[in-house]
């Protein structure tokens, strides 16, 4: 199989992430990688593939691969995407813009984060509409912030919205707060820029709901400092000051109820509504039960709550809740083609991979990011060729067998 011109310095996302690591600097480092906590959820997350082994089938004709699969009404090259990160130019200068381009070159869709440094109409602007864009959205307790970014991604012609649901609270991340990490004063959260023209910073760590001056000692640029929000007795207090991601993106308001509805009424018909952070089959029938479009396996990359189910052992409860009504997508520990089969036999429909593209991005920007895509490419097709399988359809899970912890494998 025809693997094309390779890096000799890297020949996989294992050696990508060594490489990156000599290529950040130690606060946009351990921001990228850090977990919550101790980090056993990061870690369990890939570790998880390990579980699995893949039964391949010999003798059948894979002469002729095809790894396409339509996803949002586009043939992606791959069934996999490259997952919204925050703040990409921390990674490189071109930050979202080269990952826009290496997507469009490689046919790969890709997620933009609410707390990007470009701006999403720069993202559409930069894809041509030669691949889905998809808006990761952290609803606001003030709703019409997020009313007016969900205008703004509908017009620049975003295919769906993948509300985050896993952060009433944000998780610990220690390392954070011992770097007292902060935005560098030439970078924005492009998003949110014409709200605050003085913006200070996009995440400041914080500790509760004091202002950055009282915790950090910080010297803010602006009269209106950012306060996160807070219950006093029964009554909640907005948050107020710029909008930053400590300050605004928790919400622990969120109710199925209260607030699915009116994502809906914002964004359909123009834009679909996905739910990002599932991790049970009991949320999996909610999320039906109030007709969202797709649903995404998520424990936010291990940042969140420390000690949960790893991503690919939560997938199998919730596709089998789901029945095949709505797409399911998974996220989390993925690092190598074979891991991309492996979430598929258990029933996703499609991937994302996020850490992997910050890595490609702070090795060589948008070549870096090409150069992710084209391992996991090359991998996944490799393992369909070795496994006997031609098409991404036939991929399901009589391709693999459990291990467990006496090293026994059985059938799933």
Same mark, same amino acid.
């Given at each position: %199989? *025809?693997?094309?011109?390779?890096?000799? #310095?890297?020949?996989?996302?294992?050696?990508?992430?060594?490489?990156?690591?000599?290529?950040?600097?130690?606060?946009?480092?351990?921001?990228?990688?850090? $977990?919550?906590?101790?980090?056993?959820?990061?870690?369990?997350?890939?570790?998880?593939?390990?579980?699995?082994?893949?039964?391949?089938?010999?003798?059948?004709?894979?002469?002729?691969?095809?790894?396409?699969?339509?996803?949002?009404?586009?043939?992606?090259?791959?069934?996999?995407?490259?997952?919204?990160?925050?703040? =990409?130019?921390?990674?490189?200068?071109?930050?979202?813009?080269?990952?826009?381009?290496?997507?469009?070159?490689?046919?790969?869709?890709?997620?933009?984060?609410?707390?990007?440094?470009?701006?999403?109409?720069?993202? +559409?602007?930069?894809?041509?509409?030669?691949?889905?864009?998809?808006? =990761?959205?952290?609803?606001?307790? !003030?709703?019409?912030?997020? @009313?007016?970014?969900? +205008?703004?991604?509908?017009?620049?012609?975003? @295919?769906?919205?993948?509300?985050?649901?896993?952060?009433?609270?944000? $998780?610990?991340?220690?390392? !954070?707060?011992?770097?007292?990490?902060?935005?560098?004063?030439?970078?924005?959260?492009?998003?949110?820029?014409?709200? &605050?023209?003085?913006?200070?910073?996009?995440?400041?760590?914080?500790?509760?709901?004091?202002?950055?001056?009282? #915790?950090?000692?910080?010297?803010?640029?602006?009269?209106?400092?950012?306060?996160?929000?807070?219950?006093?007795?029964?009554?909640?207090?907005?948050?107020?000051?710029?909008?930053?991601?400590?300050?605004?993106? *928790?919400?622990?308001?969120?109710?199925?109820?209260?607030?699915?509805?009116?994502?809906? =009424? !914002? /964004?359909?018909?123009?834009?679909?509504?996905?739910?990002?952070?599932?991790?049970?089959?009991?949320?999996?029938?909610?999320?039906?039960?109030?007709?969202?479009?797709?649903?995404?396996?998520?424990?936010?990359? $291990?940042?969140?709550?420390?000690?949960?189910?790893?991503?690919? &052992?939560?997938?199998?409860?919730?596709? &089998?809740?789901?029945?095949?009504?709505?797409?399911?997508?998974?996220?989390?520990?993925?690092?190598? $083609?074979?891991?991309?089969?492996?979430?598929?036999?258990?029933?996703?429909?499609?991937?994302?991979?996020?850490?992997?593209?910050?890595?490609?991005?702070?090795?060589?920007?948008?070549?870096?990011?090409?150069? %992710?895509?084209?391992?996991?490419?090359?991998?996944?097709?490799? /393992? %369909?060729?070795?496994?006997?399988?031609?098409?991404? =359809? !036939?991929?399901?899970?009589?391709?693999?067998?459990?291990? &467990?912890?006496?090293?026994?494998?059985?059938?799933?």
């Amino acid at each position: %199989m *025809a693997q094309g011109n390779h890096d000799l #310095n890297c020949l996989s996302i294992d050696d990508l992430e060594k490489l990156a690591y000599t290529r950040m600097d130690k606060m946009t480092r351990d921001y990228y990688n850090e $977990g919550a906590d101790s980090g056993s959820t990061l870690l369990e997350n890939i570790k998880a593939y390990e579980k699995y082994r893949i039964r391949p089938r010999v003798l059948r004709d894979v002469s002729v691969i095809d790894t396409s699969i339509n996803v949002f009404g586009h043939k992606n090259a791959v069934p996999i995407g490259v997952a919204p990160t925050a703040m =990409q130019r921390l990674a490189h200068s071109d930050g979202e813009l080269a990952t826009a381009r290496a997507c469009k070159n490689k046919d790969i869709a890709m997620g933009l984060s609410s707390f990007a440094t470009t701006s999403l109409e720069d993202v +559409a602007k930069e894809c041509e509409g030669a691949i889905p864009n998809v808006l =990761q959205l952290y609803l606001f307790e !003030e709703r019409a912030h997020s @009313k007016k970014l969900i +205008a703004r991604a509908k017009k620049a012609g975003f @295919k769906a919205v993948f509300l985050t649901v896993d952060t009433p609270y944000l $998780g610990r991340r220690n390392a !954070e707060i011992k770097n007292q990490f902060k935005l560098p004063g030439h970078l924005k959260i492009s998003n949110f820029a014409e709200d &605050d023209a003085e913006q200070n910073d996009g995440d400041n760590p914080r500790t509760d709901n004091l202002p950055i001056s009282a #915790n950090q000692g910080t010297k803010l640029k602006t009269k209106n400092p950012s306060v996160a929000g807070r219950t006093e007795g029964t009554e909640r207090v907005l948050p107020t000051g710029p909008i930053t991601f400590h300050t605004h993106a *928790a919400n622990p308001t969120l109710s199925w109820e209260k607030d699915i509805e009116w994502l809906k =009424q !914002e /964004c359909c018909p123009e834009m679909e509504v996905w739910v990002k952070g599932i991790a049970t089959a009991e949320d999996a029938i909610l999320a039906l039960h109030h007709q969202v479009r797709g649903i995404v396996v998520s424990n936010h990359g $291990g940042r969140q709550l420390n000690g949960a189910l790893a991503t690919l &052992d939560a997938l199998p409860e919730v596709v &089998d809740a789901i029945q095949g009504k709505i797409p399911v997508h998974v996220d989390g520990g993925i690092r190598h $083609g074979t891991d991309v089969f492996k979430a598929l036999a258990l029933g996703a429909d499609f991937v994302w991979v996020g850490r992997p593209a910050l890595w490609g991005l702070a090795y060589k920007g948008q070549e870096g990011v090409e150069l %992710m895509l084209r391992l996991l490419s090359e991998e996944f097709r490799l /393992c %369909m060729a070795l496994a006997g399988v031609t098409r991404v =359809q !036939e991929i399901a899970k009589e391709y693999l067998v459990k291990v &467990d912890k006496s090293g026994f494998v059985s059938k799933l």
